[in-house]
DNA sequence: AAAGATCAGGTTGTCTGACATTATTGATGC
DNA sequence: GCATCAATAATGTCAGACAACCTGATCTTT
């Protein structure tokens, strides 16, 4: 099936050109932009496509513009956003997403096993008993699955952290989305998964970081296997060269 | 020194105003949103607010809109993008935000233990040298302080955990700029960098996961000392509770 | 009756011109 | 020298228009 691609609009050829002149380097940090009226006439669009543009780079954080003095470049031109990089445009690389969160996952299960409290660890508990009480209801047990590794993340007290596991999350969810729509691969194999939720779940209990962390790990690579998914080879067991 | 809060402007109350739409479910994904016109008489603002608005949104990957046919909410309604959470809408948590990328920077380390090859080796070394041979210029030893890290993450061999690397590190430098404008703090401990980069090397070449994980890690918590930053306790060799 | 062509209405994309609000700057007066 | 004030200029907002395009209904042809 094919795609036709279309041009992009004025708007976002603006957003290319001023970025680029940002990172070639033609504009510096905190240097002034031209007058939007200047920019329109230079390349040659309406001031209501500069202004579209702009307001993008300014929800960036890569231009500021001050009322009745004119816009300039931020002191951190690399922006205050985080995309991830995509090349031709759209599709993302699902495999090198996956290992990401397994690497951060990993790493929020050792942090969490040193750092859980009380609360913490009956937070995580509670969400493995809905998971297994509701084994058979899909909806259910997949949103406990979220919250069970949301529970980890949090014990981690670091609100970027978190920030960050949730986006990697809601990206991943959604890229597997569009990538098939069949996620039903999952149900197969719950039994396993809920097995290794409990060991991991133990370790952090435990306090014992480094268990903690092999066991998401495990886990994270039994789920991907589960989806069909081909990671690159383990961190830790992988054959030396 | 206090600072004037003003009015936020009508562009960016109506981007929140449909962020709080989306968020709390009275618009859908996948759901049209209203007309430009009548979003624009809705909120009482001349389309050209809706436009800057919608445009902010659609670069976020909120909303899409097709020419002719109408905007609609996107299929991952928490959009593409991940911006660091600040609560008042400017400070960032400097610690917070170095704990994280000590995190990171122990993962990057140790995968890049076991993924290294002969060409990332040599960019380490060649990382240190340049240091070495520089320790006198600061601007020139910084550069390639980032370049070994930088290394270390690209051994990982994933765009999207060196991308997401380079951001901490954008926002990090650019947050300490604002917070001290004195960075002379590093000068000092320059030579035992020095160590603790070579031992980190070490371990890397010598393809030594946990030992690498635990260098940076000691590394990072050193840097945080020469900077004058509190971190929370570490996250391996805390004592128990 | 079914398939294709045409038309009408609506929506986003872009242009134009205007006015409001605010910051900079230089002249003025003392 | 210093405060005041007008002139200038920039962004923020408004209003209206046309262009390009999509959708669905109607009309035409087979």
Same mark, same amino acid.
């Given at each position: 099936m094919l795609e036709l691609e279309r041009p992009d609009t004025l708007v976002q050829r603006v957003v290319n050109s001023i970025r680029e002149e940002i990172a070639s380097g033609r504009l510096l940090a905190e240097s002034r932009l031209p007058t939007e009226h200047q920019l329109a006439e230079q390349l040659n669009v309406s001031r209501s496509v500069i202004r579209e543009a702009v307001s993008q780079l300014k929800a960036d954080g890569i231009l500021i513009s001050r009322r009745g003095f004119g816009s300039y470049i931020s002191k951190t031109?690399?922006? =205050?956003?985080?995309?991830?990089?995509?090349? %031709? *445009?759209? =599709?993302?690389?699902?495999?090198?997403?996956? $290992?990401?969160?397994?690497?951060? $996952?990993?790493?929020?299960?050792?942090?969490?096993?040193?750092r859980r409290n009380a609360a913490d660890l009956r937070r995580m508990e509670k969400a493995l008993e809905v998971m297994a009480a509701n084994a058979s209801d899909f909806d259910l047990?997949?949103?406990?699955?979220? @919250?069970?590794? &949301?529970?980890? #993340?949090?014990?981690? &007290? %670091?609100?970027?952290?978190?920030?960050?596991?949730?986006?990697l999350g809601s990206q991943l969810t959604a890229a597997r989305r =569009? #990538?098939? @729509? %069949?996620? #039903?691969?999952?149900?197969? *194999?719950?039994?396993?998964?809920? %097995? @290794?939720?409990? $060991?991991?779940?133990?370790?952090?209990?435990l306090g014992d970081p480094e268990t903690a962390a092999k066991c998401a790990e495990r886990h994270l690579q039994a789920s991907a296997g589960r989806l069909g998914m081909v990671l690159p080879n383990s961190v830790y067991h992988r054959s030396q060269d």
């Open positions: 031109p690399a922006g =205050t956003v985080f995309r991830l990089p995509s090349k %031709n *445009g759209h =599709t993302l690389d699902l495999a090198q997403l996956f $290992e990401m969160r397994l690497w951060i $996952e990993a790493q929020a299960a050792g942090i969490a096993a040193s047990s997949a949103a406990a699955d979220v @919250e069970f590794h &949301r529970a980890i #993340a949090a014990a981690c &007290r %670091n609100e970027y952290f978190l920030a960050f596991h949730d986006f =569009t #990538a098939w @729509e %069949n996620s #039903a691969a999952l149900r197969g *194999g719950s039994m396993d998964a809920q %097995n @290794e939720h409990r $060991e991991l779940f133990a370790a952090i209990a």
